[in-house]
C-alpha cells in the first residue's frame, strides 16, 4: 500500500478464509472457508443476512480481529503472517467506517479527522489535510463544529473524512448508512463512489440495504459464512434484477 492517492487502489486476496466464535459449547463459523479476489479501483458490496459474516469478514480484511485459517494479501502483503508492530502499522493504511460515527464528542470535527495522525510525524500538514478533507465530503465552513452540533449525515460525512486522512487504497465500510434515512444513505454513498475515484481506493461496503448495493460494480452475498453469490453489476443492472436473472435470492 502506498503514500500516495496516485494509484488505482488496493488489490485484495483472501484464501480459503475461516473464523469461529464460541458459542457455549458449540464453535460457530462466522466466515467459512471463504476465497475472493478484490481488483484495484474497485468497490464491492458484502450483502447477507445478520449473522451472515459480512462485518466479520472486513473486520478480518482490516486486521480488527485475527482469523482461525487461510490467508488475507494486500498488494502482495500477507497480512496474516504479520507481526504485530505492522499490523498496527498496516492498520493504519486502511480507512474504515462503520455505522456507529465513533466520533469524539468533545473534539471539533477537524479534531476528529486528524485524530489517526495526532502520535505520528507524517509528511503533510495535518491541519491542512482535515481542512482539504472537509471541504471534499462537503462540510467546508464545519471546521470547528462540535459532533453534537451535527447532523447524522454530517457526522457520517466527518468520519470518512477522518478514514481518508492517512491516504489508504483500501477503505472498509461497515453498515455506513445504517444510522441513516434513505435519502442521506444515498448521498453518503454517492460520495464514497466519488472519493473512490479521486483518491484511489477499493472499498467493500458491507450492508444488507439495496440502495447500498445498486452503487457499487459488484455484489457479494453471504449465508452462514459462506459466499452463495457473486455478480458483477456492471451495464447499470439493480442488484435485485441481477439476483433475480441468475435466480438467486432477493437481498
Known amino acids: 500500500m502506498t503514500d ?12 480459503e478464509l475461516a473464523k469461529h466464535y464460541q458459542g457455549g459449547d458449540v464453535r460457530i463459523p462466522a466466515v467459512a472457508g471463504v476465497s475472493l479476489e478484490f481488483a484495484p479501483g474497485t ?7 445478520s449473522g451472515s459474516g459480512k462485518s466479520t469478514l472486513l473486520h478480518l480484511i482490516g486486521a ?5 485459517a487461510g490467508s488475507i494479501t494486500v498488494d502482495d502483503m500477507e497480512i496474516t503472517s504479520m507481526k504485530r508492530r505492522h499490523l498496527t502499522a ?20 477537524l479534531d476528529n479527522v486528524i485524530a489517526p495522525v495526532v502520535p505520528y510525524r507524517v509528511r503533510f500538514d495535518k491541519a491542512a489535510r482535515g481542512r482539504e478533507l472537509l471541504a471534499a465530503v462537503g462540510l ?12 447524522g449525515g454530517q457526522q457520517q460525512r466527518v468520519a470518512i473524512a477522518r478514514a481518508l486522512i492517512g491516504a489508504p487504497t483500501l477503505l472498509l465500510a461497515d453498515e455506513p448508512t445504517g444510522n441513516l434515512d434513505s ?29 447500498v448495493a445498486a452503487a457499487c460494480d ?8 459462506e459466499v452463495v453469490q457473486d455478480v458483477s453489476l456492471a451495464g447499470g443492472e439493480q442488484p435485485e434484477e441481477t439476483l433475480s436473472r441468475l435466480g438467486g435470492p432477493r437481498l
Do not use: K
Open 90 to 109: 498496516y492498520r493504519r493504511r486502511v480507512g474504515f467506517v462503520f455505522q456507529r460515527y465513533h466520533l469524539l464528542p468533545a473534539l471539533t470535527a
Open 43 to 49: 468497490m464491492t458490496a458484502i450483502t447477507g443476512p
Open 140 to 151: 467546508a465552513g464545519r471546521e470547528h463544529s462540535l459532533p453534537s452540533q451535527l447532523s
Open 64 to 68: 480488527i480481529e485475527a482469523p482461525d
Open 183 to 211: 435519502r442521506t444513505g444515498t448521498e453518503i454513498l454517492d460520495l464514497l463512489a466519488a472519493l473512490r475515484a479521486e483518491h484511489a481506493m477499493t472499498v467493500l461496503v458491507a450492508t444488507h440495504e439495496q440502495h
Open 218 to 225: 459488484r455484489l457479494i452475498r453471504l449465508r452462514d459464512g
Open 4 to 15: 500516495s492517492t496516485t494509484g488505482a487502489g488496493a488489490t485484495v486476496r483472501v484464501a
